[in-house]
């Protein structure tokens, strides 16, 4: 199983960056997709999660401004996220999961900064 995580870099204040996990290897389909962030010196987090049958769900903190999305066509989740304040700094990470069994994928880095 690989999960290749893409989209992360610097973003100002207010940006609208759009990160990508492509997963191979595995039957995307059946998995649930999360992504969650780590920022520093914090614990890692859960940002958002979309099940098999498109079901999403989001952290208070990040509702109303990320969007998640799958295309199991592509085997790949999609976090659209709008209005980036500072404190959206973080290693990004995405994630499958099914069953008490989670992949995770290598993580990409947001920096939210002017």
């Known amino acids: 199983v690989q999960l290749q995580a893409s989209g992360g870099g610097l973003v100002q204040p207010g940006g609208s960056p759009r990160l990508s996990c492509a997963a191979s290897g595995i039957i995307f389909t059946t998995y649930a997709t999360s992504w969650y962030r780590q920022a520093p010196g914090k614990q890692r987090e859960l940002v958002a999660t979309?099940?098999?049958?498109?079901?999403?769900n989001y952290a208070t903190s990040v509702k109303e401004r990320y969007t998640i999305s799958r295309d199991n066509a592509k085997n790949t989740v999609s976090l659209q996220m709008n209005s980036l304040k500072t404190e959206d700094t973080a290693v990004y990470y995405c994630?499958?999961?099914?069953?008490?069994?989670?992949?995770w994928g290598q993580g990409t880095l947001v920096t939210v900064s002017s």
């Open positions: 979309i099940t098999s049958g498109r079901l999403t």
């Open positions: 994630c499958l999961g099914k069953g008490g069994m989670n992949y």
